[in-house]
């Protein structure tokens, strides 16, 4: 009885025993196999991804001189958990820094997380990290972080190379490339070319303890991944023609646009006023660029592309092409000219010059009323289909040429300017318009509105007779073939090649004509410039001096647009401009250096800013 | 009696030795993975916890060697005097001993630290082995049961007033001994009533138990009387007693209704009482016994719980009960360690390949929570044979103890059981959040030389005894 009583007992225990194994290995079969968030959990507790940020890309202008490089800097980082007591003074003191500020950034840390590095002070520069370097024992708990800041040695084409920054929080919600405190290109080919520059940031994954403190890499760095250095890139910036034309368009508002017409290529891309490159790189740059927007020129505005001006007579060579396809006029139609173009009470004025003129005149003396009559034909003759087609027509034509349409250079916020669409008119004139209303179109002005890039575009494709290459700032990319080949392709105008040669005639006729052709001023020996003044009406000033040209007339190599903002006639500054470019470019320097020192020294910003 | 020759090479159970060396072995690896650095990765480095614990298993073989080559009688012999020595040894540890993390409980000798409280379980298995192996030994008489609960309380009680409240709780596995030995199924009932009395005192309204208790001792009333119709009636006059309390406490006070279960609960047993001395009949007071009895155990719970138990023992406790849930306070340890189990996957991590374990993000980890190291760095298929090595083992030792022909050599084989049982269930337990965190070692497995040698000897002597089993021939 007893023996059978304690042998059930005894499995009474064994048994005990094996359902709590079975128990705990159900259990251990649940947590190890089963769930999968004790995994994602270990993996969040022990690993810490350190990011290794790569060099940016370096620029370069044609000839391979340095444009934009990197300058390390270095962000002091501090892990609060690690500090020990220190010299709060003497770290100011190396820093430059109020105690105040110093603990205002301890508590921040602090606040954030006291044991993941934070940044102390952004950006120390080399010779205070040199400083700071020796005396970094004696404060534990601070490091330094390397990180790069951009440097100009040239301090020239601010708007071309545009600025780098930190990631705002949108592009970081939308780009899972960008964690926050990186940085970016903001503006200019930073921005555009902001994909190649940056390069691709590699990380390295650590073991943390749970201190944070680092035990050695991850698997023996399978995960690690090191960062790709930055494509550098090879801008078609004339580097010299640039710093030239900056010093040209000092103290004077407006834009010089120069393109390389059989390639596209942008030699250079002023827009006046500019400021020094510098002063948005680094730390100083939020309270740099808070003074440059409430600059009331506007240093910050990229004219070249963003500045939306009336051509004014640079825009009669156009229509004088379309005048030619649409057979409405040739090279030997005259019209006569009584100081200017009157229809009843209707006129347009014009200054004195020989008249009747013929078609190769007409662009030499600038005559309104000849283009007036000119855009009148093509608007009523061209067809009979009315003067919303005829006009639609020539709309489709004069954007042809690149106007009233972006032209899709590689660099961002390009304005397409406005040549309205037919329907613009329509509702404007309640249907009933006719070739009067509009003839001010005719010279440049009314409702056209165009962009130096543009203006210089449009010299181009005559220079070329025909066609234009989509122009554009980069030349080469560091490891790439070639550039996007939209930039190879010839874009030909929707006017036939043949009826160029007259028109590029009248416009080497407006530098090298006789007595009254209208920029003679922009005559430089030995060289074919062809050129077209332009003067634009402004309702809130003085007119603005425009000047297109291109030269040698054959085998042109450069073609430019000069816009001086109150500059008064095209001839006044904007030619003479055009001419020292062209002749800087294509001489290595200007001859008539009296003329030169006379442009350099005139100030147009004072009589701007009282308006 | 005649006494045959013994060769201890020949009659020692190997399979148990096999399962021992194993199971040092094992556990010494993870010691070294859960401590591993790089900078330290000899296996003999002495300032390194797997360089001392390679000491202590060289040492103990030497212990085992020590225990092989004494008499079998001599543990019966010594039982009660190395009872009385530890039980000393607990006493000065008590007034010179060290305290580390709160626990009075360490010795310091030279630069090692020795643990009297672990080799207390050992002393007490054998003393209680003496007690009750003893010529004509009745289980059910009162006064061996207070001997035998003297012997297991007294070194208990010492321990516990050293704060090593983990420690203490070990001796409550020694009911396993008396439940092999006979002690009847009503007072095992009444352990797991007590149990479950326990938790519920800890999660539970009191009027919620009070009402619980009073339906168990209706059922045993039930269950014992023959007039069950007595039983029912009892039942109906206290609901009408407790009626009219509860009517008069509404209409004229508003004492809480738990007061109002005890007032009618003590009334009704004064009747009882009454009853049980006019009708001479006795039994009636074991079943007021009952009920009063856990009233007092309830309440007793709570002042224990509120008064005795440390802070943290208490949100311990609450942790495991789901009563409160912080995994970066209490239940940190918890938290962590499951995680670094479930890391760990099916087939682990790799050998020293484990990163929650190693970098500290385990507290313990190479003491009371070593089995993490086996989950992460081996996986379920590592925790599961660790577990079936030692159920393996368990099972083996109630073999051998069976096997016995003395009751000492038997009733010792069972505590040394019930020993190792305890502390492997809660041991592992804890590290998956099925058992309360009390900081206990694994056997064979954590770090510590007092445990280790505390184990060896309490493994290694049973062996010595079993070894000899022969010798006796009845």
Redesign the interface.
């Known amino acids: 009885m007893?023996n059978t009583?304690?042998n059930t007992?005894?499995f009474?225990?064994?048994g005990i025993?094996?359902l709590?194994?079975i128990?705990?290995?159900g259990?251990?079969?649940s947590?190890?196999?089963v769930?999968n968030?004790?995994?994602t959990?270990?993996?969040s507790?022990?690993l810490r991804y350190v990011t290794q940020y790569p060099v940016r890309g370096l620029i370069y202008d044609r000839d391979k001189e340095l444009m934009v490089y990197n300058e390390a800097a270095y962000d002091l980082m501090v892990i609060p958990r690690q500090l020990e007591e220190f010299d709060t003074t003497e770290l100011c003191d190396i820093l430059d820094i109020s105690k105040e500020f110093a603990a205002e950034r301890l508590n921040k840390a602090k606040a954030y997380s006291v044991y993941k590095p934070s940044i102390f002070l952004k950006q120390v520069s080399a010779k205070t990290y040199a400083e700071l370097q020796e005396k970094m024992y004696k404060f534990p708990g601070f490091f330094t972080q390397t990180r790069t800041l951009r440097e100009y040695p040239a301090s020239v084409a601010a708007h071309v190379v545009g600025y780098v920054g930190e990631v705002n929080e949108q592009v970081v919600k939308n780009n899972s490339y960008y964690k926050s405190g990186d940085y970016i290109g903001i503006s200019g080919i930073e921005r555009s070319y902001e994909k190649e520059l940056r390069g691709e940031k590699g990380v390295n994954v650590y073991?943390?303890?749970?201190?944070n403190r680092i035990?050695?890499t991850y698997n023996d760095g399978e995960l690690d991944k090191d960062a790709v250095p930055g494509k550098n890139l090879t801008l078609t910036l004339d580097m010299e023609l640039q710093a030239y034309g900056e010093k040209l368009m000092h103290n004077k508002k407006g834009s010089i646009v120069a393109i390389e017409p059989a390639t596209g290529e942008i030699l250079c891309m002023v827009s006046a006023p500019s400021y020094d490159p510098a002063l948005l790189s680094g730390r100083p740059r939020t309270k740099n660029y808070r003074k440059l927007q409430n600059d009331t020129l506007k240093p910050l505005f990229n004219r070249a592309l963003q500045a939306q001006y009336p051509p004014g007579s640079t825009f009669k060579p156009i229509n004088a092409l379309i005048g030619l396809e649409e057979g409405v006029v040739n090279v030997n139609t005259e019209y006569s000219c009584n100081y200017g173009y009157h229809v009843g009470n209707f006129s347009v004025g014009c200054h004195g010059h020989p008249s009747p003129l013929d078609f190769i005149e007409s662009i030499q003396y600038s005559c309104n009323a000849y283009y007036c009559n000119v855009y009148r034909n093509i608007l009523d003759h061209a067809s009979d289909a009315g003067i919303s087609t005829n006009y639609t027509n020539w709309r489709k034509k004069v954007r042809s040429f690149g106007y009233g349409k972006k032209l899709d250079i590689d660099f961002p916020f390009e304005l397409k300017g406005s040549i309205p669409e037919a329907s613009y008119f329509e509702n404007l004139y309640k249907g009933a318009w006719n070739s009067l209303n509009i003839v001010s179109m005719a010279i440049g002005q009314g409702e056209i509105l165009v962009t130096p890039l543009q203006m210089a575009n449009f010299s181009a494709v005559i220079a070329n007779r025909g066609y234009y290459m989509i122009p554009h700032l980069v030349k080469e990319i560091q490891g790439e073939a070639d550039i996007e080949p939209k930039y190879k392709a010839k874009r030909y105008s929707d006017v036939d090649q043949k009826h160029f040669e007259p028109v590029v005639e009248g416009m080497y006729r407006v530098v090298h004509g006789d007595k009254g052709s209208t920029a003679r001023n922009a005559r430089v020996d030995s060289l074919e410039i062809c050129g077209k003044t332009g003067t634009a009406e402004n309702p809130h000033g003085e007119d603005h001096s425009i000047f297109i040209a291109f030269a040698p007339k054959d085998d042109p190599k450069i073609a430019i647009s000069v816009y001086v903002e109150n500059g008064s006639y095209g001839a006044t500054y904007a030619a003479p401009i055009a001419s020292f470019m062209i002749e800087k470019y294509l001489k290595g320097s200007v001859s008539r250096t009296w003329y030169e020192n006379y442009i350099l020294k005139a100030n147009l910003l004072d009589g701007a800013k009282k308006d | 009696m005649v006494q045959r020759k013994i060769n201890i090479y020949k009659d020692i159970d190997w399979f148990t030795v096999i399962l021992y060396l194993i199971l040092v072995i094992m556990g010494w690896l993870n010691i070294y993975a859960a401590v591993y650095n790089?900078e330290h990765s000899s296996i003999f480095d002495l300032t390194q916890r797997y360089g001392k614990q390679l000491l202590w298993i060289v040492a103990s073989i030497g212990i085992i060697i020590a225990i092989m080559l004494l008499d079998s009688k001599f543990y019966a012999f010594f039982a009660y005097p190395f009872y009385l020595f530890v039980i000393l040894l607990l006493i000065a540890v008590l007034l010179f001993g060290t305290e580390v993390n709160a626990s009075r409980s360490w010795f310091t000798i030279g630069s090692f630290r020795v643990q009297p409280g672990e080799f207390a379980k050992f002393a007490t298995a054998l003393a209680l082995a003496r007690f009750m192996s003893a010529f004509n030994f009745k289980i059910h008489k009162l006064k061996n049961l207070l001997s035998i609960a003297a012997i297991i309380i007294v070194p208990a009680a010492l321990i516990l007033l050293q704060n090593d409240t983990g420690s203490a709780l070990v001796y409550a596995t020694f009911i396993?001994v008396l439940?092999?030995e006979?002690l009847s199924s009503a007072v095992m009932l009444l352990g797991l009533f007590a149990a479950i009395l326990f938790i519920m005192s800890l999660t539970m309204p009191l009027h919620y138990i009070l009402i619980f208790i009073l339906i168990v001792t209706a059922s045993v009333a039930f269950i014992h009387f023959h007039d069950k119709k007595q039983v029912i009636k009892g039942v109906f006059f206290f609901l009408m007693v407790f009626a009219l309390i509860y009517l008069i406490n509404t209409l004229f006070f508003s004492y809480d209704i738990s007061w109002l279960i005890i007032a009618t609960a003590l009334a009704f047993s004064v009747l009882l009482g009454i009853r049980a001395l006019v009708y001479r009949y006795y039994y009636l007071f074991f079943i007021v016994g009952i009920g009063l009895g856990s009233i007092a155990f309830t309440y007793s719970v709570d002042y224990f719980f509120d008064n005795v138990l440390e802070k943290h023992q208490r949100s311990r406790i609450n942790h495991l009960l789901g009563i409160e849930s912080d995994p970066l306070g209490a239940g940190y340890n918890v938290n962590?360690s499951?995680?670094?189990?479930?890391?760990?996957?099916?087939s682990g991590k790799g050998f020293l390949r484990g990163?929650?374990t190693?970098?500290?993000?385990v507290p313990e980890q190479s003491t009371d929570f070593i089995f993490c190291t086996v989950?992460e760095e081996w996986?379920?298929l590592g925790?599961?044979v660790v577990?079936?090595l030692?159920?393996t083992l368990?099972?083996r030792l109630?073999i051998l103890a069976?096997r016995q022909r003395s009751s000492f050599s038997r009733i010792y084989g069972y505590a040394v059981?019930s020993i190792l049982?305890f502390h492997i269930?809660i041991n592992?337990?804890m590290t998956?959040?099925?058992a309360p965190v009390i900081g206990i070692p694994l056997p064979f497995f954590s770090y510590g030389g007092s445990s280790l040698w505390a184990f060896t000897a309490l493994l290694f002597v049973f062996l010595r005894i079993d070894a000899s089993r022969r010798e006796l021939l009845r």
């Open positions: 007893a009583l304690k007992r005894t009474v225990i064994i025993m094996v709590i194994v128990i705990y290995i259990k251990l079969f947590l190890q196999v769930d968030q004790y995994k959990s270990a993996s507790n022990v073991m943390v303890d749970v201190h035990k050695g | 790089e396993i439940f092999r006979g962590q499951k995680i670094a189990i479930g890391s760990g996957g099916l990163t929650q190693k970098y500290d993000f989950g996986g379920f925790t599961s577990l079936l030692f159920l368990l099972v109630i069976e059981v049982f269930a592992t337990g998956i959040g099925l």
